[in-house]
């Protein structure tokens, strides 16, 4: 059984930085991708950022390129998010995913596992 537990969201000013944490537990392919991904109140969980576990590719939204960082610690069998120059428009839940393919990486209805959220707020 697979675990994702996200830890690491809080309140910070625009433009500053958090680092999100996803710790896995479980069985998780080598061959498949781990996602953050975000939802506000009323709008459809959208993907922020991609992990492919063989080879570390990383895929990102047009949002968040050049701010947001995904990586992996293998032997913690942790997920990372570093958002940098955050904006307003980042405040939302964010969720850690595991269990898509690499061909269906950046498809959300195809990750398997969901952890439980962290909030992330930026004030203006």
């Known amino acids: 059984q697979v675990q994702l537990v996200e830890s690491g969201g809080g309140s910070v000013q625009a433009g500053g930085s958090l680092r999100l944490s996803c710790a896995a537990s479980g069985l998780i392919s080598s061959r498949s991708c781990m996602a953050w991904f975000r939802q506000t109140p009323g709008k459809e969980r959208e993907g922020v950022a991609y992990?492919?576990?063989?080879?570390?590719?990383?895929y990102y939204d047009d949002s968040v390129k050049g701010r947001f960082t995904i990586s992996q610690d293998n032997a913690k069998n942790t997920l990372y998010l570093q958002m940098n120059s955050l904006k307003p428009e980042d405040t939302s839940m964010y969720y850690c995913?595991?269990?898509?393919?690499?061909?269906?990486?950046?498809?959300?209805?195809?990750?398997?596992?969901w952890g439980q959220g962290t909030q992330v707020t930026v004030s203006s």
């Open positions: 995913a595991a269990g898509a393919s690499w061909y269906f990486c950046q498809s959300r209805d195809y990750y398997a596992y």
């Open positions: 992990f492919y576990r063989l080879d570390g590719r990383t």
